[in-house]
Nanobody
Framework: QVQLVESGGGLVQAGGSLRLSCAAS??????MGWFRQAPGKEREFVSA????????RYADSMKGRCTISRDRAKNTVYLQMLSLKPEDTAVYYC????????????????WGQGTQVTVSS
């Protein structure tokens, strides 16, 4: 059974930083990533990374403010976020794909339960 378990969310002041973690179990994936969904908005792509080569992709809104990485020994992917803004407030979802790295939800096969990130002004 595939499980993606997120951690690391919380409340932070604007300008602060957070590191999200996602521990995967059950199978290996070609790519893992993060999406987020703010209240009243659709879920949107944040970042993704290929498991073997470590190629990365970022949403324009997060470029320069976050770094995705993975620890293959721990089957864990991380999202380090810096200079957080109130508009970054959302539930952040870890996701995994058997196929190619992409920014589309449809490319991902498995999803975590989400972790809340709240940025206060």
């Amino acid at each position: 059974q595939v499980q993606l378990v997120e951690s690391g969310g919380g409340l932070v002041q604007a300008g602060g930083s957070l590191r999200l973690s996602c521990a995967a179990s059950g199978r290996t994936f070609n790519a893992m990533g993060w999406f987020r969904q703010a209240p009243g908005k659709e879920r949107e792509f944040v970042s993704a990374i290929t498991w073997i080569g470590g190629s990365t992709r970022y949403a324009d809104s997060m470029k320069g403010r976050c770094t995705i990485s993975r620890d293959r020994a721990k089957n864990t992917v991380y999202l380090q976020m810096l200079s957080l803004k109130p508009e970054d407030t959302a539930v952040y979802y870890c996701t995994a794909a058997r196929g190619v790295l992409a920014a589309s939800e449809a490319a991902y096969d498995y999803w975590g339960q989400g972790t809340q990130v709240t940025v206060s002004s």
